[in-house]
């Protein structure tokens, strides 16, 4: 069965050190996968995409790679800061038109001073 | 630009019954999904209109309906109402890829 895989226990970690975010799936061929933010009570909002031939991703403190060899992708946030708590979500996509993405369940973050 | 925007924000129902959410994307934006979010099973697809057309379909019972207006507003409904139906339901308008959501409708089923 198709599976993507996240992190269930929270990860806390101390302001300014890097945070680590792992992303796994099984029997999905994704055209691309995508990084997600959630803060409670609000719906998700889009961080970064990175394309099944892209290896790595920047912008700004974030940084994605994508290994399709390994089924997995990480997330990292440097010089994370209180301001990044926040529950992070993968998702894949393998429509080829249309979009019918797949979320991860989320990893909650702690980012504490 | 206005963010998506999705009405009602918070919906009590009781088994059985019937509901309609509503959610207008982005201005230009002609793609909209719709999620359903619980705490068990996380977000998940129900489906995706784009031009008044359903695109992609999620794997949810027939109870779960949807529609898309020629002004890309949509629509979903659900019938006879479960429990189970208990979630946050999210919409999200699309453009390059990119899903823009909105705040959610929370729908309680007594």
């Known amino acids: 069965s198709q599976k993507i895989e996240q992190n269930s226990e929270a990860l806390n970690i101390q302001e300014g050190k890097t945070a680590t975010l792992t992303c796994n799936y099984t029997?999905?061929?994704?055209?691309?996968l995508q990084w997600y933010r959630q803060d409670p009570g609000r719906g998700p909002v889009f961080l970064l995409l990175?394309?099944?031939?892209?290896k790595e991703k920047r912008k700004e403190r974030l940084k994605v790679t994508f290994d399709t060899t390994l089924k997995q992708s990480l997330f990292h946030i440097t010089a994370s800061q209180p301001a990044d708590s926040a529950t992070y979500l993968c998702a894949l996509d393998e429509m080829d038109s249309g979009y019918a993405l797949n979320f991860g369940k989320g990893t909650s973050l702690l980012v504490t001073p | 630009k206005a963010g998506v925007t999705q009405t009602p924000r918070y919906l009590i129902k009781t088994r059985g019954q019937q509901v309609t959410l509503s959610c207008s994307p982005i201005s230009g934006h002609r793609s909209v999904s719709w999620y359903q979010q619980t705490p068990g099973q996380g977000l998940q697809f129900l489906f995706e209109?784009?031009?008044?057309?359903?695109?992609n379909k999620g794997n949810f019972p027939g109870r779960f309906s949807g529609r898309q207006f020629s002004n890309s507003r949509s629509e979903m409904n659900v019938s006879t109402l479960e429990l189970g139906d208990s979630a946050l339901y999210l919409c999200?308008?699309?453009?390059?890829?990119?899903?823009?959501f909105g705040p959610g409708t929370r729908l309680t089923v007594l």
């Open positions: 990175i394309r099944e031939n892209e």
């Open positions: 029997n999905y061929s994704p055209a691309y």
């Open positions: 209109y784009f031009s008044e057309t359903q695109r």
């Open positions: 999200a308008s699309s453009l390059r890829d990119r899903q823009f």
